[in-house]
């Protein structure tokens, strides 16, 4: 048999590796084999046309991200293993029930809470939850100060995120006060209703890698209910410029050479001096909503102003206030 793609190859060694597991498994398993075809005619078990439109812009979103190739890569996991689950339940074959609990690693500003909030929609698209709404919570919404208390506000949270997404941030924190604080009662109330409720709420963990490692060590039983681990890594400065670019077409401005050439600039700067808080791709987004403003300021007076003008962000919009005392300080000793 000739095959000219490699896709048409790869599905050639499939096709044989099927062949002869079916050889193999005996008349018995010819007979089931003529019911199934009898079945894969009668049906097609994909998803609907709206969904699958629907399906496709949330997916158009993640991809929209830049790099975070693992993030990609599990919800196209995700995805396909749900579309296939469905196909096996026409064929009334045995689904392994799909446990999405997930931890989050990385600095700020890496996309945790966005990439939580598209998987919660995408979720909901494919039917996994019933609404994928995000629920974004910390210690204080969770942790009580009295008797009785902490499980009031788990109870609240819980409901809140009841069909979607619980994302607790910092969740190393719950464990922050030892054995006598409350922070292990809210734990323990989270952990009773990952099981209770399974099929209607995900819970998220997130947080500084280290600190994550830490915690799961001192909860050993932690770990394996949260199947899927993912690390979000620290941008590099030519992905920022890309996130940066990204950010101003998607609100219809631009930047100019300068403003670009001084942004990359800033930022290999900042990554350079390894800041610990360092926030990654919040901080382009308030360099850039701040240069927004300053454009604004710069034009609001302007009589005669272009398309153009209200377009584009220029150098000196980004310029930060200490740059600029050292500038005018320059200026006014020379
Ligand atoms: N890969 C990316 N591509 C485009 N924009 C991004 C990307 N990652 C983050 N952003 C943007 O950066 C901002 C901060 O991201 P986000 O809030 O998701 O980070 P985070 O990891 O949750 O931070 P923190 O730990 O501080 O809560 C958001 O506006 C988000 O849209
Ligand atoms: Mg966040």
């Not at 999405?100 to 809470?113: D, R």
Request: aromatic share 6%; glycine share 6%; net charge neutral.
């Amino acid at each position: 048999m000739k095959q000219t793609t490699r896709f048409g190859l790869k599905y050639t060694f499939a096709d044989k590796e099927l062949k002869q597991s079916r050889e193999s498994s005996g008349p018995a398993r010819a007979v089931e084999e003529t019911a199934v075809k009898a079945q894969q005619a009668a049906s097609d078990p994909g998803f609907s046309a709206e969904i699958q439109e629907s399906l496709q812009q949330v997916l158009g979103e993640l991809d929209n991200l830049i790099g975070l190739a693992k993030v990609k890569e599990l919800a196209r996991e995700i995805r396909a293993f749900v579309e296939i689950c469905r196909r096996r339940e026409r064929f009334q074959l045995k689904n392994e029930s799909l446990v999405l609990h997930m931890i989050f690693k990385g600095n700020p500003g890496t996309g945790k809470t966005t990439v939580a909030r598209i998987l919660g929609k995408m979720l909901a698209e494919l039917k996994v939850l019933p609404k994928g709404h995000l629920v974004e919570v910390e210690r204080a919404d969770l942790v009580g100060e009295y008797i009785g208390h902490t499980a009031q506000k788990c109870r609240e949270q819980l409901k809140k995120a009841m069909g979607g997404i619980l994302f607790i941030d910092e969740a190393y924190s719950l464990a922050r006060g030892g054995a006598k604080d409350f922070g292990k009662e809210a734990i323990d109330t989270l952990v009773k209703a990952m099981e209770d409720h399974k099929n209607e709420i995900i819970l998220i963990l997130a947080g500084y890698e280290g600190e994550m490692e830490k915690f799961l060590r001192t909860n050993p039983g932690l770990r394996s209910r949260f199947p899927i681990h993912l690390h979000f890594p620290d941008y590099s400065c030519d992905e920022l410029i890309e996130i940066a670019q990204l950010m101003v077409r998607e609100r219809q401005y631009r930047l100019s050479v300068g403003a670009a050439e001084y942004l990359r600039h800033y930022l290999q700067q900042q990554l350079d001096a390894s800041r610990p808080n360092f926030s990654n791709a919040r901080l382009v987004r308030n360099l850039i909503e701040r240069a927004i403003r300053r454009q604004a300021l710069r034009l609001v007076d302007r009589r005669i102003y272009t398309r153009d003008d209200l377009i584009m962000l220029l150098r000196e919009d980004f310029i930060q206030p200490e740059e600029e005392e050292a500038i005018i300080h320059i200026w006014q000793t020379e």
